[in-house]
């Protein structure tokens, strides 16, 4: 078993890397839950496979209700959201009962942003049953849901209780559901820790021990900068432009951030701030992991950058690579980005 615990001024919590932790969530939970009522919210692609377990260990010692929706992107968007909101107060939910997200990406970023809305907040815990989960959404405190066909462009900040990792879990993905969660595992070696960088290149068993160094990243970021204005957008490499395409092209939010840290090293090298040795260096390991590595010209996207939600008052901070495991922001206005790129502009 690994332990980190993530220090925030939102709410201080742990993160519990452990195989068969599933079976043990009744006494996870009761460390950090005194009330007795729990809703789950999941999906009905991990609902078959895991509620059941996670039930017959907590009902117990709790009333445990839940709510199913679509598995799926489409699901993280306001409909979807009105309708937990209301099967929830339906089911007589109250402002300190416990929500659980038990699910990929989209369940952990509905459920957390279910958790900061609705009662203006109420406590929640994370079970991330995916590879991309475990690597990004399910830590943080980042929540939200797709608008205006933009990614997570609402939301809010809410910090989990409790996040429960079970590396047995990744043995049910298929292979492009665990490939994509590689996106954002390569890209915390990307930006910050080249000995997991190079670890990925012989193409190890992901477990405990690997995710725990992926996490070791997002921990120290995150702790530096909980609300996402300085140091932690160094964890969106890749994102600017991975957004841009992921919902145009229909990719998997790894794949396209796969895509997007190639765009990004691009940008970089022609604006000499990155290595160009970087390019290839993450091209290959996207390989091993059969990632997308289609090239896109990032100047065909610039106009899209504008409306990521990453521009704050006109500014767009661009994540960059300087090296493999270094990484840098550089703030460029709507201005500058329209001079240096005029024809992409006009």
């Known amino acids: 078993m690994r332990e980190l615990e993530i220090n925030v001024k939102g709410g201080s919590y742990k993160i519990i890397i452990q195989n068969d932790s599933l079976k043990e969530i009744n006494r996870y939970v009761k460390e950090v839950y005194n009330n007795k009522n729990i809703y789950i919210l999941t999906d009905d692609v991990v609902a078959p496979i895991y509620l059941d377990t996670i039930i017959k260990s907590l009902e117990c010692d709790f009333d445990v209700d839940y709510v199913i929706i679509p598995h799926g992107e489409k699901s993280k968007s306001i409909t979807t959201y009105i309708d937990v909101c209301n099967k929830l107060i339906d089911k007589n939910i109250k402002r300190n009962n416990l929500l659980i997200a038990l699910g990929g990406g989209v369940i952990g970023d ?41 990614k997570n462009i609402i939301g809010a900040f809410k910090q989990p209780i409790r996040v429960i990792i079970d590396p047995l879990t990744l043995k049910t993905l298929d292979e492009r559901e665990f490939n994509n969660g590689m996106g954002e595992l390569i890209k915390h070696g990307a930006i910050g820790n080249k000995k997991l ?150």
């Not at 990004?136 to 933009?150: A, C, E, L, P, V």
């Open 110 to 150: 509905l459920c957390g942003f279910v958790a900061a809305t609705l009662y203006r907040g109420i406590p929640y815990l994370s079970i991330p049953t995916s590879l991309l989960s475990q690597m990004d959404s399910s830590i943080g405190g980042k929540t939200g849901i797709d608008f205006y066909n933009r």
């Open 197 to 346: 960088l190079d670890l990925l290149k012989t193409k190890p068993e992901i477990d405990e021990n690997i995710i725990f160094e992926s996490l070791s990243v997002k921990k120290r970021v995150v702790e530096l900068d909980e609300f996402d204005l300085n140091e932690r957008m160094t964890l969106n490499f890749g994102h600017t432009f991975g957004h841009a395409i992921e919902l145009k092209y229909n990719y998997k939010h790894g794949e396209a951030v796969a895509i997007g840290m190639l765009m990004a090293i691009d940008m970089g090298i022609d604006l000499n701030i990155t290595n160009k040795e970087c390019y290839d260096t993450i091209k290959n390991i996207l390989k091993i992991y059969n990632l997308p590595t289609k090239e896109y010209n990032y100047k065909d996207y610039l106009k899209d950058v504008l409306f990521d939600k990453k521009n704050i008052a006109g500014t767009i901070n661009f994540i960059f690579l300087t090296e493999l495991g270094s990484s840098k922001i550089v703030k460029l206005s709507e201005k500058e980005l329209k001079e240096k790129y005029y024809e992409c502009f006009n």
